[in-house]
């Protein structure tokens, strides 16, 4: 199944992805060509089949609502690529 | 002894330091020796954490000579931490320029454990981006280059991890395995590398992939190292939601190798067109010496393991995709200094901070879960994936364990299939069904192809892990593969 160019810019926008012209160009034949191997899929007859999202039975996790020790401001804070009096910072989001 | 202290087991090296026979402080110089002399060649290291080893090991040997009492079962034992394990103030880069400079503010709950034991963290290995890629040459950094042949690769995605145990750079490492990224360098380094079972090592402080597949495990130049590195990572922990809850089984080795009573099975499909005929011509005479050993075996059919590897790449890519969304450049890592807006800045980050095989994984993933794709193909892939689960539970109502070949081919060179994406992922399908089914495995060294490694794989059944050591350990006994070791090891280095 071939890709247009026009639906990998679009996916990469869904992605918040930049992509330079060559990127677009080579990922519009790689990703066309793997889809084309797992489109292989479809040989199965799945009508019947649940699906697996996990492998573990999984269920919610509860404990009781107590206060307890976590990471410290300053050390979680001195990773960030901006930052001001405690907050994390961002280009304006807003117009105007 | 101190010298030549590198090339002891870790087992060996925690009997000699509870005696007072060797020091903490001895046996890190010996590894960062080593380290220094043949890492400049191979490369597997991101980051070497001497200082704070050192540091560490002068405590280990105060509280050693204070009469501490017990001190763990990996008391002065080197061990090396792949780059996505986070590190208290260790740098952990996933070999990517997205977290090139991150320095984590906590340690993932198996280096919390593995210093409870008394390990000592030496460094951190380098690897694929963010875990994906079968090669190590998706390393944004230098690739890892393997011991046994500088020219070839070392397999991946853990690449450092596997050519830091073949080199005796570590006695042993942890390593994550989400396709065959535990297994597959170590049956190319000829190590032995454990995929535990799902769920049964805590994933908290791991940088996911692809969480409903990702897991931690050990590799060690023996099965005896291999199994005592996972009795101290794995058991229950609350701040991993997937977390199985449980302790593994006590794994029993010693006494006299057998397999008597033992069912084995051999499925077909691993064996196909596309396996080395020297590798093959391995496990036909590894198989022989299981039936030597005393166990039954058997051929044996999965008949959708050829749609296992379509199913995968449409599920590690679509959690990857959900779980990479956290690189944006806010909180921690990279951020692009050229932002106008918040979606430039998003966008730019992204497209510096990320290699080629990441995006391409991102894309795919994005697009199998888009608005009207994802029926046809994440939906698909999950019912595949229980066809996957099926025909394994089929097998193991008449089979202990499935013996497989851990790679149909040997370590290639370097660069040979970095413009095949597709011929890439192709390798890895003796391994990915294994995640998919959420199964522990083992990979043991059986023997040469090529002049390279070539590793077996055993595959049980959930929470048989200790199992699973046991057969291979038998195996390890009763043969020398094991014992090889890379030209690099020659001269009494």
């Not at chain 1, 066309?32 to 191997?37: E, P, T, V």
């Not at chain 2, 040997?61 to 394990?85: C, Q, T, Y």
């Not at chain 2, 379509?310 to 779980?323: G, K, L, T």
């Amino acid at each position: 199944m071939a890709l247009t160019r026009e639906q990998v810019e679009h996916v990469a926008r869904l992605a918040r992805l930049g992509l330079t012209e060559e990127e677009k160009e080579a990922f519009t034949v790689q990703l066309s060509r793997i889809l084309d191997h797992v489109n292989r899929l479809e040989e199965l007859d799945t009508r019947n089949v649940p699906p697996t999202y996990h492998v573990v039975a999984l269920q919610n996790v509860l404990r009781e609502d107590e206060p307890h020790q976590s990471l410290d401001r300053d050390k979680v804070m001195s990773q960030a690529p901006a930052a001001e009096a405690g907050y994390f910072k961002v280009p304006k989001i807003t117009e105007g | 002894m101190a010298g030549a202290a590198h090339l002891l087991s870790a087992t060996r090296l925690n009997r000699l330091f509870n005696a007072g026979e060797l020091s903490a402080v001895e046996i890190v110089e010996a590894f960062l020796n080593r380290i220094q002399k043949v890492d400049p060649k191979i490369n597997a290291f991101i980051t070497v954490a001497g200082e704070q080893a050192l540091a560490r090991a002068k405590k280990l040997d105060a509280r050693r000579k204070g009469g501490a009492g017990e001190l763990g079962s990996l008391a002065g034992v080197p061990i090396a931490v792949k780059d996505n394990i986070c590190t208290d103030g260790i740098r952990t880069t996933c070999a990517s320029r997205m977290l090139e400079e991150y320095i984590p503010p906590y340690d993932a709950t198996v280096v919390e454990r593995l210093q409870a034991a008394g390990a000592i963290i030496i460094g951190k290995t380098n690897m694929d981006e963010f875990a994906m890629g079968s090669s190590g040459e998706h390393s944004a950094m230098q690739p890892t280059r393997n011991p046994w042949n500088l020219e070839k690769i070392p397999g991946g995605s853990s690449s450092g991890s596997a050519a830091a145990v073949a080199a005796a750079e570590a006695p042993a490492a942890l390593g994550s395995d989400t396709g065959g990224s535990i297994r597959q360098p170590a049956a190319m380094c000829g190590v032995v590398g454990l995929k535990p079972t799902y769920g049964l090592v805590s994933r908290h402080g791991v940088v996911a992939f692809a969480s409903s597949l990702d897991q931690v495990g050990p590799l060690a130049r023996n099965v005896e190292d291999c199994a005592r590195v996972f009795e101290v990572i794995a058991g229950p922990d609350r701040r991993d939601a997937t977390n199985a809850g449980r302790y593994p089984q006590p794994v029993k080795l010693g006494g006299e190798p057998s397999l008597k009573g033992v069912r084995l099975g051999v499925p077909r499909e691993y064996f196909g067109s596309g396996i080395d005929p020297e590798v093959k011509a391995c496990l036909e005479e590894a198989i022989a010496h299981l039936e030597e050993l005393g166990a039954s075996v058997e051929e044996c059919s999965l008949p959708h393991t050829e749609y296992a590897l379509s199913a995968f790449y449409i599920i590690a890519p679509a959690e990857a995709s959900a779980n990479l969304a956290r690189f944006d450049g806010v909180r921690y890592g990279y951020r692009t200094p050229q932002a106008g807006t918040l979606n430039e800045m998003y966008e730019k980050t992204r497209q510096e901070g990320f290699g080629a095989e990441v995006k391409r994984r991102i894309m795919i993933g994005t697009y199998a879960l888009s608005s009207g794709y994802y029926d046809a193909y994440y939906k698909k892939a999950q019912q595949v994936r229980t066809l996957v689960v099926r025909d394994f539970a089929t097998a193991f109502a008449k089979y202990d364990a499935l013996v497989t070949p851990t790679s149909p081919v040997p370590a290639w060179n370097l660069g040979e299939k970095m413009d095949d994406p597709l011929q890439m992922y192709l390798a890895d399908v003796c391994t990915i069904p294994v995640n998919l089914a959420g199964l522990p495995a083992v990979s043991v060294p059986c023997g040469m192809a090529g002049g390279m490694p070539v590793g077996m794989q055993l595959i049980g059944k959930q929470f048989d892990d200790p199992k699973l050591l046991q057969y291979a350990w038998a195996f390890e006994k009763t043969t020398s593969y094991h014992e090889a070791r890379p030209a690099l090891d020659q001269g009494g280095q």
